[in-house]
């Protein structure tokens, strides 16, 4: 069975970087595609970057592109989510499924437990 922990998050301020890891165990994760998603308080979770099975394809949200960059890493069965210039907007948990791909959480099958991302002067 998958399984998936995330690491990474705390407190950071506006326009410093952040890099959150999602890692596997009990399967690999060659076989799915990985997302990043984040749910802020009273919001529904929302997807914010994804990355192929094959790493050669990735999608992000319009809040994320240009400032986050998604990634994996083979060999070490993780995934990443590198932000940049990030917003107190961004402040939210972040979490990591397994599935299908995309950035809706219908096409993930697997999830983490998230970690959390404060955004605060």
């Known amino acids: 069975q998958l399984q998936l922990v995330e690491s990474g998050g705390g407190l950071v301020q506006p326009g410093e970087s952040l890099r959150l890891a999602c890692t596997a165990s009990?399967?690999?994760?060659?076989?799915?595609?990985i997302g990043w998603f984040r749910q802020a308080p009273g919001k529904g979770r929302e997807g914010v970057a994804s990355i192929s099975k094959s790493g050669t394809t990735t999608t992000y949200s319009d809040s994320a592109r240009g400032r986050f960059t998604v990634s994996r890493d083979k060999g070490e069965n993780t995934a990443y989510l590198q932000m940049t210039e990030v917003k107190t907007e961004d402040t939210a948990v972040y979490f990591c499924g397994a599935g299908l791909g995309g950035l809706w959480t219908e096409a993930y099958d697997y999830w983490g437990h998230g970690t959390q991302v404060t955004v605060s002067s």
């Open positions: 009990g399967a690999s994760l060659d076989n799915y595609a």
